[in-house]
């Protein structure tokens, strides 16, 4: 919702835009969550200086807050350690965190454990949308069980985001392993900022309750840096029950998507070594 920073809103009339039609989703509050990788650098004054724009121009109409779509590189990683909760919401601890949608190199727990020790809250972005993670499901539960938090792209459960995404997200709703539902908004067209249609589908699929969590009371607690709450208990997270998703007619698309990837023994790929050498040396 930025404008200009990244591939979201390209001018401030969309960006306006797009907040009016979150406002008329019934959405009260934004966080803006510009990106932070290799083509979209992360500016901190700009993004400042855009968010005070916005605030000033939306007065009234909806909160904003400031996150950032945190890219598991090596530049941003150190950056993450040296800065401690820099990349957070409102930098108050929890960080989302994304992954490259190709590869998901095996190292990437241990880099989790260091964002954790320097005090984040690491929360993992639509992990139904990777192919690693649909091919293997296993990695999502084995970043859970480390304490991340999971948040899913809002109309993933509706099948915007295709049909493996679709199966997957409903999946994890059902066995209570999504802390937050995100728009994750781009514009107002093919990406636009709408909660509502997921709100109500959660709350149909598994209680009021529970739609309340995801899109009220979990992203409340986060915005404020709020002690974590108590959650439903994660269905066979425990127990490593594997989930069951009937996912065999795209198999073979899944499997030419994620390559290696859900195999947690594949090497690094070229290039990484030196980051994970210079972050474990021990290992």
């Known amino acids: 919702m930025l404008y200009g920073v990244d591939d979201g809103a390209p001018d401030l009339d969309?960006?306006?835009?797009?907040?009016?039609?979150?406002?008329?989703?019934?959405?009260?509050?934004?966080?803006?969550?510009?990106?932070?990788?290799?083509?979209?650098?992360?500016?901190?004054?700009?993004?400042?200086?855009r968010l005070a724009e916005l605030r000033e121009r939306l007065s009234g109409a909806i909160e904003l807050s400031l996150g950032c779509d945190f890219?598991?590189?090596?530049?941003?990683?150190?950056?993450?350690?040296?800065?401690?909760?820099?990349?957070?919401?409102?930098?108050?601890?929890?960080?989302?965190?994304?992954?490259?949608?190709?590869?998901?190199p095996p190292q990437m727990p241990e880099a989790i454990v260091k964002l954790q020790t320097a005090g984040y809250t690491v929360i993992v972005t639509h992990p139904e949308r990777y192919a690693a993670v649909q091919a293997n499901p296993e990695l999502l539960a084995d970043w859970m069980r480390a304490g991340c938090l999971v948040q899913v792209t809002a109309c993933s459960l509706y099948g915007r985001m295709g049909?493996?995404?679709?199966?997957?997200?409903?999946?994890?709703?059902?066995?209570?392993?999504?802390?937050?539902?995100?728009?994750?908004?781009?514009?107002?067209e093919w990406r636009p900022p709408h909660l509502r249609k997921a709100f109500d589908y959660a709350a149909n699929r598994a209680g009021e309750e529970t739609a309340r969590r995801l899109c009220v009371t979990n992203p409340g607690v986060v915005v404020k840096g709020g002690l974590w709450p108590e959650q439903p208990e994660p269905v066979g997270l425990k127990e490593r029950e594997p989930l069951k998703l009937d996912l065999q007619q795209y198999r073979d698309k899944l499997r030419g998507e994620a390559g290696m990837n859900g195999d947690s023994s594949e090497a690094p790929k070229a290039g990484l070594r030196g980051l994970w050498d210079r972050l474990f040396p021990d290992n």
């Open 163 to 188: 049909k493996a995404a679709e199966v997957l997200a409903n999946e994890l709703l059902d066995r209570n392993w999504i802390h937050f539902l995100a728009t994750d908004g781009h514009n107002i």
């Open 14 to 49: 969309a960006a306006l835009a797009m907040g009016r039609e979150a406002a008329n989703d019934g959405i009260t509050h934004i966080v803006c969550t510009p990106h932070a990788n290799d083509q979209y650098p992360y500016n901190p004054e700009l993004v400042e200086q």
């Open 71 to 104: 890219h598991m590189s090596e530049y941003n990683i150190f950056n993450a350690l040296a800065s401690p909760k820099k990349y957070s919401i409102n930098g108050k601890g929890y960080l989302l965190i994304e992954f490259p949608f190709t590869t998901i």
